[in-house]
């Protein structure tokens, strides 16, 4: 067994007093590994994030969130950054108006970047190289999130965490991301990946978990739940009970889709 | 056609001041969506503690820098230890809180320097002049709208070429997606602030040798940058330098062609004209809705 990059304990979290969106949620990530979050709308894979990053005040209201054996709770969320904790937000988290330059830039506030790193990491995504005087607002969404990615791996993260990195992209384009995500964690690079859709979150991913309102109801091996028959009806739209009339209807739901 | 000329240099030097004031109070409005009606008492405060150090004979330039840097550092431990901790307050409990405080500074500067009007040293002088044509210009004049350009310029340079005013612009746009770039938010906002502050003294010590120095000498100016702040574009800075240039040559031709008497009323007249026909200012950009 590995060790463990990233803990997250029994965690209690909420934006108010007395709404609590997790629900005493415990997960891992391995060194090295990629872990998948997954569920539907709602269910809190957003706030857990936010919640790790230090995002939501005074949150977790319960729990711990442990990286490398370091505390992060109540540590500001650019402070968790540096410790090398990067998220690549819901909605990129971009600054639309300055130029694509600017956003690398700004990467480099904290920790200035060596002109060999931003050479490897442009490297990674050419067509940043092409668009670096354009305003990032005027990009492509699968440029914006190349770029998004790009300013992540500038901040030389030890953890990396997605917040739905497929979200709005044509499949030419998130085939493409899940391919730099999958070298990346050839190279050692340990990731955390929100996903509503479960097809493309075990594809790329060692483990997964499956939350629901604010609970983990499933965790495994990635192949494991694949082949869950729970996890293929709930979240890769597969129906299995024999319709009414007695038919069976092996018909995938659009939602997934 | 003289006599116009004449108004327009006038009221360009009065609006540089103007330009300067309103510059911090849209620097701060943008960064920290915060009124800062405290502005210019903490400018007040940054001549006084300049104003001390000359009248112990301390060296001129000294006592400017440290009457700069006064009031940087208590603009930004106002925010740090005032307006930061109060996360999830309302605008209006924000701008309460900028008032009490504007109370507090100048209830400390009548305490300690009285409220009788003192005589500011300056180097340049008003009665001292230069005639360019048939337009007369005092040394105060032309050097309150030479440093005012060069402040304008230096805060220009330093919003648009550096590492800092690039931090600066990311957290005013977005803090939480500065955060997650490892930008500390919170340090680059008290850095805004302070900047804030130097230019608010800067202007009050250009101010300072025409109007003579007294606790309530910011009041007037602060207005006036406030008017030029909500003509030019709250959320715009190039809007702030506009607006303060045209409220003081617009001032200056009121007073001129006229009436003196009711100068001071223009700036509300600008005020009220603009929320009414382009809330969003000369350059600002239009409000939209969050829905
Ligand atoms: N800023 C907020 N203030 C109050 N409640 C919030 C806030 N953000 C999210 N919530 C609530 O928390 C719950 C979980 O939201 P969250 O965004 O974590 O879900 P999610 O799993 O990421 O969903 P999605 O797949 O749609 O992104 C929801 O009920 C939501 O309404
Ligand atoms: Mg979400």
Not at chain 2, 114 to 134: A, I, M, N, Q, Y
Not at chain 2, 170 to 181: D, G, T
């Amino acid at each position: 067994m590995t060790a463990e990059v990233l803990s997250v304990l029994n965690v209690e979290a909420g934006y108010r007093k007395g709404l609590a969106v997790l629900r005493g949620v415990s997960l891992h990530v391995r060194e090295g590994q990629v872990a998948a979050l997954l569920g539907s709308n709602g269910a809190g894979k957003t706030t857990l994030l936010r919640t790790v990053m230090g995002l939501i005040p005074d949150q977790p209201e319960k729990g711990e969130v442990v990286f490398r054996g370091v505390r992060l709770n109540g540590k500001d969320p650019d402070a968790v950054t540096r410790l090398g904790v990067v998220l690549v937000p819901e909605g990129r988290g971009l600054f639309p108006e300055l130029t694509v330059e600017e956003n690398l830039q700004l990467a480099g506030y904290a920790r200035r970047y060596t002109g060999r790193e931003y050479e490897a990491v442009l490297d990674r995504f050419p067509v940043l190289r092409e668009r670096r005087w354009q305003q990032a607002g005027t990009l492509s969404g699968g440029e914006q999130q190349m770029l998004a990615l790009a300013r992540a791996l500038l901040l030389r993260p030890s953890l990396l965490l997605l917040d739905e990195p497929s979200l709005g992209l044509a499949p030419r384009v998130v085939a493409q991301i899940f391919d730099i995500l999958k070298s990346l964690n050839r190279e050692g690079l340990s990731i955390l990946r929100v996903e509503q859709n479960a097809r493309m979150a075990l594809t790329v991913a060692h483990y997964g978990y499956v939350l629901e309102a604010g609970r983990l109801v499933l965790e495994g091996p990635a192949e494991r739940l694949r082949d869950d028959p729970n996890v293929q009806e709930l979240y890769l739209g597969v129906q299995r009970e024999p319709s009414p009339k007695g038919f069976r209807r092996w018909r995938p739901k659009r939602r997934w889709a | 056609m003289t006599l116009a000329l004449q108004y327009v240099a006038n009221g360009l030097a009065a609006g540089s001041l103007y330009a300067l004031v309103a510059l911090g109070i849209v620097l701060l409005y943008r960064s920290s969506r915060v009124l800062n009606f405290a502005h210019g008492d903490l400018a007040t405060l940054g001549v006084f503690l300049a104003f001390t150090g000359i009248t112990r004979g301390w060296r001129y330039g000294l006592c400017l820098a440290a009457g700069l840097l006064g009031a940087a550092a208590v603009s930004a431990g106002f925010y740090r230890l005032l307006i930061k901790p109060a996360r999830q307050a309302t605008s209006l409990s924000l701008v309460i809180t900028t008032l009490g405080f504007a109370l507090l500074l100048s209830g400390l500067m009548v305490w300690v320097w009285g409220t009788d009007t003192k005589v500011f040293p300056f180097p340049l002088s008003e009665t001292r002049v230069h005639r360019l044509g048939g337009v007369v210009v005092s040394e105060l004049t032309a050097g309150s709208l030479a440093v005012g350009l060069f402040l304008v310029s230096g805060l220009s340079v330093l919003v648009q070429k550096t590492r800092l005013g690039l931090a600066m612009r990311a957290v005013a746009q977005n803090p939480e997606a500065a955060q997650l770039l490892g930008v500390p938010a919170g340090r680059v906002l008290a850095a805004t602030w302070a900047v804030a502050g130097v230019l608010g003294a800067a202007a009050g010590m250009l101010l300072a040798p025409a109007v003579l120095l007294d606790p309530f000498m910011m009041l007037d100016p602060f207005l006036k940058g406030f008017a030029a702040a909500v003509l030019g574009g709250m959320d715009s800075l190039p809007g702030a330098v506009v607006g303060g240039l045209l409220l003081g040559v617009a001032e200056s031709a009121f007073a001129g062609y006229v009436s003196v008497k009711y100068k001071a009323t223009l700036s509300f007249v600008v005020i009220v004209a603009v929320l009414l026909a382009r809330p969003e200012g000369l350059l600002g950009r239009p409000f939209h809705r969050r829905v």
